[in-house]
């Protein structure tokens, strides 16, 4: 049993890792440089980073609005809360990234007066970063954010809790879930279905930045925000359920055509329990690596900036005796400067403005569950 005064978890930690499998995920395929044992077009790696970005948002943010409706808090204070944390940092990237486009070139005067910039930079205003004009063709990939795409997603699942937190408050926990449940898998169906025969039109490309898709995951991480003291969890199971996310993930029993629709509910329940016993049994270790700071939205944010201006030098032609997982350590450090400064000049100074903080709420909780084998 884990010391009770031990009242932190480790699910900063779990982001950061989440943050930086996408880096190297997205540098390996745009770079096409190896990874330690990775080499290109493999698939041997952590991919589902932003899907576990996903399952702690619906635990952790659901517990926001959670506490924000039973302390007796106006429901605009929590939207306020999720607003000043996504925002900032994604105007102080819109401002910075304009200005190093126009340095190195890709962006002249005269198109930041154009309706195709003024659409681009609107669509990031509004936190739907979703439009990629033809004015950015020249940088790395030709979009300047792609990755981007989650944050309209992010923000329509917090829109969406008070509907969920309402449905329980009315009519229980089970009822709740089951209608995230059957929400989920009419998403993942579509989804399948457009996979399958993709359609290529702009309804699609819509409805693939809205939660609808991707609920799976935010209904999970809120599943075990309600459930975890009551079931049994111990090192081994986590241990089984990782080694079942990964023979179902890499299909190695090759069920994924079998399973259709279902197949990401057979390997997001898995991960979700690995992650989540890690996130309230974490070794003091993991704790103490998130002390300086929450790097993790910083690294999400500008990892494909950084990627994409590597490619607009052809960083990797002029080098091309340069090992790939050095290339990696470039990526990421360039990466973390550009986290460390989002996290300490923006993100960090702006929550000082937040109505309330889910901390103590968290730091309460993780103390109960860390007593629960």
């Given at each position: 049993m884990l010391s009770n005064n031990r009242?932190?978890?480790?699910?900063?930690?779990?982001?950061?890792?989440?943050?930086?499998?996408?880096?190297?995920?997205?540098?390996?395929?745009?770079?096409?440089?190896s990874f330690f044992w990775l080499d290109t077009g493999e698939s041997y790696w952590f991919w589902d980073g932003v899907p576990l970005f996903f399952i702690l948002s619906g635990l952790l943010v659901y517990q926001s609005c959670e506490k924000c409706v039973s302390s007796g808090r106006p429901i605009w204070q929590y939207f306020a809360n999720r607003l000043l944390r996504i925002a900032p940092a994604i105007y102080a990237y819109v401002l910075i990234t304009i200005t190093l486009l126009l340095v190195i070139g890709i962006l002249s005067t005269k198109e930041i007066f154009s309706v195709s910039f003024f659409a681009w930079f609107l669509s990031n205003i509004f936190l739907v970063?979703?439009?990629?004009?033809?004015?950015?063709?020249?940088?790395?990939?030709?979009?300047?954010?792609?990755?981007?795409?989650?944050?309209?997603?992010?923000?329509?699942?917090?829109?969406?809790?008070?509907?969920?937190?309402?449905?329980?408050?009315?009519?229980?926990?089970?009822?709740?879930?089951?209608?995230?449940?059957?929400?989920?898998?009419?998403?993942?169906?579509?989804?399948?279905?457009?996979?399958?025969?993709?359609?290529?039109?702009?309804?699609?490309?819509?409805?693939?930045?809205?939660?609808?898709?991707?609920?799976?995951?935010?209904?999970?991480?809120?599943?075990?925000?309600?459930?975890?003291?009551?079931?049994?969890?111990?090192?081994?199971?986590?241990?089984?359920?990782?080694?079942?996310?990964?023979?179902?993930?890499?299909?190695?029993?090759?069920?994924?055509?079998?399973?259709?629709?279902?197949?990401?509910?057979?390997?997001?329940?898995?991960?979700?329990?690995?992650?989540?016993?890690?996130?309230?049994?974490?070794?003091?270790f993991f704790l103490k690596v998130t002390k300086l700071g929450d790097y993790s939205y910083g690294i999400y944010?500008?990892?494909?900036?950084?990627?994409?201006?590597?490619?607009?030098?052809?960083?990797?032609?002029?080098?091309?005796?340069?090992?790939?997982?050095?290339?990696?350590?470039?990526?990421?450090?360039?990466?973390l400067l550009m986290a460390m400064f989002s996290w300490w000049i923006i993100e960090k100074p702006t929550m000082k403005f937040k109505p309330f903080s889910s901390r103590d709420q968290e730091k309460k909780q993780n103390r109960v569950f860390r007593q629960v084998r």
């Open positions: 009242n932190e978890n480790g699910f900063d930690f779990l982001r950061l890792f989440a943050a930086v499998c996408v880096v190297v995920q997205h540098a390996i395929a745009h770079l096409e440089a970063p979703v439009y990629h004009p033809i004015i950015y063709e020249g940088f790395g990939v030709g979009v300047v954010n792609g990755s981007l795409w989650t944050i309209p997603v992010e923000f329509g699942f917090y829109t969406f809790i008070p509907v969920l937190f309402f449905l329980e408050t009315k009519y229980g926990f089970k009822k709740m879930i089951i209608f995230v449940v059957v929400v989920s898998l009419f998403g993942e169906c579509i989804k399948w279905l457009l996979i399958i025969n993709p359609l290529e039109t702009l309804a699609e490309k819509l409805f693939l930045v809205t939660f609808i898709p991707h609920l799976l995951y935010f209904g999970i991480g809120i599943f075990w925000l309600r459930t975890w003291r009551s079931v049994k969890h111990s090192p081994v199971l986590a241990a089984l359920a990782a080694w079942f996310y990964i023979v179902i993930r890499y299909d190695i029993l090759q069920m994924k055509n079998f399973l259709g629709p279902f197949y990401e509910f057979a390997w997001a329940l898995p991960l979700s329990y690995a992650v989540i016993w890690f996130g309230y049994n974490a070794p003091i944010i500008w990892h494909m900036v950084v990627i994409n201006t590597l490619m607009t030098f052809q960083f990797t032609d002029k080098y091309p005796n340069l090992p790939g997982t050095i290339v990696h350590f470039i990526v990421l450090l360039f990466t």
